[in-house]
Nanobody
C-alpha cells in the first residue's frame, strides 16, 4: 500500500506563487516517477507535470511550462511542484500520483500509468 499526501495549497493572488509538496510512504519512492495533475470544477483531470525516478527528466504541458517546476528529494520521499506567476485558470484541485512502473525510462503523461494518488490539495488563484 502506498500513501501520498499533498500539502501547500491555498489562496493566492494572480502573479503569486505556491509550492506544493507530496509526501510518499509505503513503497520505494526513489524507484518510481511521479506526476502532478489537476482538476478544475466541471473539467476533466489534466496532466500538469512529471518527473522521472532519478529526477533527471521532466515534462510539462504548454499551459504551465516556464511557470511550474517539478522536483523531488528521494532522501525525504517527497516530491514538489513550485508554481510561479499563477493565473486564475490555474485554480483547481491538485493531485500527485506515483507511476505504476519502476525505473521507467521516460516520464508519462497518461493517468492510467499512475496507480497511486493523493487526496488532492486546493489551489485558488484570485484575479
Amino acid at each position: 500500500q502506498v500513501q501520498l499526501v499533498e500539502s501547500g495549497g491555498g489562496l493566492v493572488q494572480a502573479g503569486g506563487s505556491l509550492r506544493l509538496s507530496c509526501a510518499a510512504s509505503g513503497r520505494t519512492f526513489r524507484r518510481y516517477a511521479m506526476g502532478w495533475f489537476r482538476q478544475a470544477p466541471g473539467k476533466e483531470r489534466e496532466f500538469v507535470a512529471a518527473i522521472s525516478w532519478s529526477g533527471g527528466s521532466t515534462y510539462y504541458p504548454d499551459s504551465v511550462r516556464g511557470r511550474f517546476t517539478i522536483s523531488r528529494d528521494n532522501a525525504k520521499n517527497t516530491g514538489y511542484l513550485q508554481m510561479n506567476n499563477l493565473k486564475p485558470e490555474d485554480t483547481a484541485v491538485y493531485y500527485c500520483a506515483a507511476d505504476r512502473t519502476p525505473l521507467r525510462a521516460v516520464v508519462t503523461i497518461f493517468q492510467y500509468e499512475y496507480d497511486y494518488w493523493g487526496q488532492g490539495t486546493q489551489v485558488t488563484v484570485s484575479s
